[in-house]
């Protein structure tokens, strides 16, 4: 059975199913629903609770267009509970004049409150609506540009017509007894549900995603996660990578050059990558640690290792910033050995100057993605350094790299990240890594003192700063203006910048945003770093790694836009020299009481790991991973922010299957990840 022989089903919407994963008839019945639509019942105004959608019908008792650079349709409905308004802001004047008083209007949206009360933005509606009320659930899914809700509706539902005709096969890959056990639904009953959800089914639960159709799913969805990294895990493990001896003498002396000693937990984790780095399987390994807990000195002994043993070492950082800081400080650790920088602006002989100089006599790689394109040629590549990974899922691709890698051996893998990820979380996301953690901040670091400011006090904070600068000390002043472009972000910038200084015309004012070149990025961030540039305008490029101890005053502008973990990645950017620092969060009035209760969390917490336990319970894994990452992990129906809780039983089912039912398992993974493309593509 073929896609095309569907009906609705024509050559242009074959090429856009492909891009939702759907090849075949088979594949559309794994198109899961986003989410339900309840037509089946008209919720009185005065139940439509906030934030939910809901249908209503009752009689339009006014419409009015209003005055304003932008005019808005306003309709206002009332039944025999109350009144909600409609909200049009885009409308044909056509449309205005069929919603007249007296009639009858049945809608739905979800309901929003604004100083008017209850109000939906752009409903659907019908006028003087004739319909019965839907019998079930209307399921929505996700869809792709150029493909409408009604044609994957319609594909799906002949798709469960074949099923149900057992035209389509649907093999249960999980045992029998265990469902039974679990008291949950076969596949293909859970299937059905939630495609063609019966009118008797509790739709609550199905809407909440509570049901044991979609539990049943989720959990052969995480089960299939688990598998694949269990996969990668297993493949990596297969592999060689070379052993590298520690050199006790030249480790000594390497310590010994430092200007501190190092933390015990330091000690531990080079301890765990030395452990892994001398075996002949490839290290895969995670350090966690939170902001300053001296990350960069354990990646310079793990590099030392694969130096002393006459091999390659690559780091790579997620931005230009980054990766020239490490190659300035990683310098002066190994002034006898030769470096190689690559970003992605080099280009031409510049270029082929460095590629040529990396297959030949450089020992120290240090750059962007761009040292792991595929021209780049390794002369003996022994160590891969990730360092600051924010985004999930690069680990993987990089995995896969190595797996198409020539010759016998594979290079040691070493991920650093400083975005504390909760272990329930990090269970999930890096289920294929070891982990380590730097649990302790070198001795002597002062707590950042953390104040809350409204942004209408500015002439206060304008004497602070000036206080502070006077005595020689640096200020950050980032800007978190969330626009939709890069572009749009630097100007916010801009205007910032141009802003304070006016406010401070005697002092130097820096600048960096992502759209300044990479030249004159490095060279302000240079010029902050020697102290030229007193008050750097950022935006929140500077998130990551950034390390100028003389630092020690930041102002974050509308924090409370930004996510707990974010907010600490920033604030972490000073109290890295033995000053008392300050961190500055300006907010706009009015707050919440949610974001006034995430703000004092900044302020009473200083933990990386706490902040994100917080983050997890108050924002969800999705901003703790950022929410790209949240994209990149590709769950068809797990939603980390609810389904915490299936974690564990999932786990536990991946051991039982691999023990049990080990041939079940590459079926399940392909299964779920049949074009295995999320994961190849780099
Ligand atoms: P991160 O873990 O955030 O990458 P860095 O490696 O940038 O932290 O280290 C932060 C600062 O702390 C640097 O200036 C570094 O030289 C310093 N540092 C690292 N380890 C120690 C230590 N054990 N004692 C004192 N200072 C340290
Ligand atoms: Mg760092």
């Not at 003996?380 to 600051?388: N, T, Y």
């Not at 985004?391 to 040691?412: D, E, T």
């Not at 536990?652 to 999320?678: F, I, S």
Request: glycine share 6%; hydrophobic share 40%; net charge neutral.
């Amino acid at each position: 059975m073929k896609l095309e022989q569907l009906k609705g089903i024509g050559k242009v919407s074959i090429e856009k199913f492909k891009q939702l994963g759907v090849f075949e008839p088979v594949d559309l019945l794994f198109h899961l629903p986003l989410r339900y639509e309840d037509k089946t019942r008209i919720t009185p105004i005065a139940d439509a609770k906030a934030f939910h959608y809901a249908q209503i019908e009752g009689v339009i008792k006014a419409s009015y267009v209003t005055q304003g650079k932008r005019p808005i349709l306003v309709v206002e409905v009332a039944d025999d509970t109350g009144t909600i308004q409609l909200k049009f802001f885009n409308f044909y004047y056509s449309q205005k004049l069929k919603m007249k008083p007296d009639l009858v209007i049945r809608a739905y949206g979800e309901i929003r409150l604004d100083m008017q009360g209850k109000t939906i933005i752009h409903p659907e509606f019908e006028m003087s609506p004739s319909k019965p009320l839907a019998e079930s659930l209307t399921a929505i899914y996700p869809k792709v540009e150029g493909l409408n809700q009604s044609t994957i509706q319609k594909a799906i539902v002949q798709a469960v017509d074949l099923l149900n005709g057992d035209a389509l096969e649907m093999t249960d890959l999980l045992p029998a007894d265990w469902l039974t056990k679990q008291q949950l639904p076969t596949l293909k009953q859970a299937i059905k549900t939630v495609h063609a959800p019966p009118p008797d089914v509790d739709i609550n639960t199905l809407i909440n995603q509570q049901h044991p159709a979609q539990q049943r799913l989720k959990l052969e969805e995480l089960l299939a996660h688990y598998l694949a990294m269990h996969q990668l895990k297993t493949h990596a493990q297969s592999q060689t990578a070379p052993t590298l001896p520690i050199n006790e003498s030249q480790k000594e002396l390497l310590l010994r050059h430092l200007p501190f000693r190092l933390t015990n937990a330091q000690l531990r984790v080079i301890g765990e990558i030395h452990d892994d780095m001398q075996q002949t399987i490839p290290m895969q390994r995670l350090v966690q640690g939170d902001v300053g807990s001296g990350k960069t000195v354990v990646a310079a002994l793990a590099m030392q290792a694969a130096l002393v043993n006459g091999k390659q070492a690559a780091m790579m950082a997620p931005t230009e910033i980054l990766a020239e800081q490490h190659w300035l400080s990683l310098q002066t650790m190994f002034p006898d050995h030769q470096f190689a920088y690559l970003t992605g602006g080099m280009k031409g002989k510049t270029r082929e100057a460095i590629l040529s100089h990396i297959a030949t006599d450089a020992d120290i790689m240090i750059g962007t993605h761009a040292l792991f394109q595929d021209e780049v040629v390794y002369r003996q590549l022994a160590l891969v350094i990730i360092d600051e990974q924010h985004r999930f899922g690069v680990h993987q691709r990089l995995a896969l790299k190595a797996k198409g890698a020539k010759g016998l051996s594979v290079p040691h893998n070493l991920i650093m990240t400083a975005t504390p990820i909760p272990r329930t979380l990090a269970q999930i996301a890096y289920a294929n890594l070891d982990l380590s953690v730097i649990d302790e901040l070198p001795p002597g670091r002062k707590k950042i003192n953390t104040l809350l400011l409204a942004n209408d006090k500015m002439p206060q904070l304008a004497k602070r700063i000036r206080d502070a600068l006077a005595t020689g000390e640096q200020a950050y002043w980032v800007c978190t203006l969330i626009e939709e472009s890069e572009h749009l972000r630097a100007k916010a910038a801009e205007d910032t910048y141009r802003e304070l200084q006016q406010w401070f015309p005697d002092l130097k004012i820096g600048l960096v945003h992502g759209r300044l070149k990479a030249n004159d990025k490095n060279q302000v961030m240079q010029q902050f770093k020697t102290g030229k540039i007193q008050l750097l305008v950022a935006t929140t490029v500077i998130e990551v790694g950034v390390d100028v101890p003389n630092a020690s005053l930041m102002v974050i502008d509308n924090a409370e836009r930004l996510g707990l973990s974010q907010l600490h990645q920033l604030r972490g950017r000073v109290g890295r020299g033995n000053k008392q620092s300050h961190c500055i969060l300006m907010y706009q009035k009015p707050l919440t009481e949610h974001a006034q209760t995430r703000l004092q969390t900044m302020r009473s917490t200083h933990n990386g790991f706490e902040i994100a336990q917080q983050d997890l319970t108050m924002r969800g894994p999705g901003e703790i991973l950022g929410t790209r990452q949240k994209g990149s992990m590709a769950f068809r129906l797990v939603d980390p922010e609810n389904d915490v809780k299936l974690f564990e039983q999932a786990k536990e089912l991946a051991v039982y299957m691999l023990e049990n039912h080990p041939q079940a398992c590459p079926k399940l993974t392909d299964r779920w990840h049949k074009q295995g493309q999320e994961l190849a593509k780099v």
